[in-house]
């Protein structure tokens, strides 16, 4: 609920911009990410050749779908600080 001289719906549209906004953002770093680099044809891991369909959908890609599998697999964020601060949050 809003206050003041603000409409019912204002916060849901200010997070729906602050969301698009920050979608935006990520597809732009994605992006000049990838157009650094010219794909390769064959895997960087198992030098295994790169379809070039996948080649065209994502530019800039290094490695085969199987290797690209396993490392995201293999992937395991770090646990982050939960600032809130909760009890609950500090029991691991």
Excluded: F
């Amino acid at each position: 609920m809003a206050g003041g001289w603000a409409r019912d719906d204002a916060v849901n549209d200010q997070i729906e911009i602050s969301t698009a906004e920050a979608v935006a953002r990520a597809r732009l770093r994605a992006g000049q990410a990838r157009a650094v680099r010219e794909s390769a044809l064959t895997c960087i891991d198992c030098d295994e050749p790169i379809p070039e369909a996948r080649r065209k959908a994502l530019p800039g890609v290094q490695l085969c779908v199987g290797c690209q599998a396993d490392r995201d697999r293999a992937y395991r964020p770090a646990a982050g600080i939960n600032r809130r601060g909760s009890k609950d949050s500090q029991l691991k």
